[in-house]
């Protein structure tokens, strides 16, 4: 069994983005989107998640050419609750699903993300191979 990895830290980035890179079959679903994703992780402080956690990635031609912490202006912002992210990797909702149900809310242009539904399944497959540590009360869903 592999060291779990905190979502959203240096080291799961870093991961995902090096997972995402080496996957055929992610590069040719993906192989027309040139875009930027912000992802919003909401804190709940009741749920023990004391901060919001902001990271976001660059896709052009398939690849993930760049991943950070922070804010910058992206094509795409994601925002949703700590644990509509969780549910997610958990497969207890589609991302594409959360999109639709606006669980997950999103800020830019919606049929273009749509079009790229087959790719984001298979991102969310890919994150669902790697080792994860939620927070809060979520810890004992970790998994991996």
């Given at each position: 069994m592999?060291?779990?990895?905190?979502?959203g830290?240096?080291?799961?980035?870093?991961?995902f983005?090096?997972?995402?890179?080496?996957?055929?079959e992610?590069?040719?679903?993906?192989s027309?989107?040139?875009?930027?994703?912000?992802?919003?992780?909401?804190?709940?402080?009741?749920?023990?998640?004391?901060?919001?956690?902001?990271?976001?990635?660059?896709i052009?031609?398939?690849?993930?050419?760049?991943?950070?912490?922070?804010?910058?202006?992206?094509s795409?912002?994601?925002?949703?609750?700590?644990?509509?992210?969780?549910?997610?990797?958990?497969g207890?909702?589609?991302?594409?699903?959360?999109?639709?149900?606006?669980?997950?809310?999103?800020?830019?242009?919606m049929?273009?993300?749509?079009?790229t539904?087959?790719?984001?399944?298979?991102?969310?497959?890919?994150?669902?191979?790697?080792?994860?540590?939620?927070?809060?009360?979520?810890?004992?869903?970790?998994?991996?």
């Open positions: 592999s060291k779990k990895m905190v979502l830290s240096d080291e799961y980035l870093n991961n983005k090096e997972k995402i890179n080496s996957d055929k992610y590069a040719d679903l993906a027309n989107v040139d875009d930027s994703y912000t992802l919003v992780l909401q804190a709940e402080p009741d749920k023990g998640i004391e901060e919001t956690r902001v990271v976001g990635f660059t052009k031609e398939g690849k993930m050419t760049d991943i950070w912490i922070g804010e910058r202006e992206t795409f912002i994601l925002s949703a609750p700590y644990r509509v992210w969780v549910d997610i990797l958990l207890k909702i589609g991302a594409n699903r959360a999109f639709i149900t606006r669980k997950l809310n999103i800020k830019g242009n049929p273009r993300l749509l079009k539904a087959k790719a984001t399944d298979r991102l969310v497959s890919l994150l669902r191979e790697m080792p994860t540590e939620f927070h809060g009360d979520y810890v004992n869903q970790s998994f991996g």
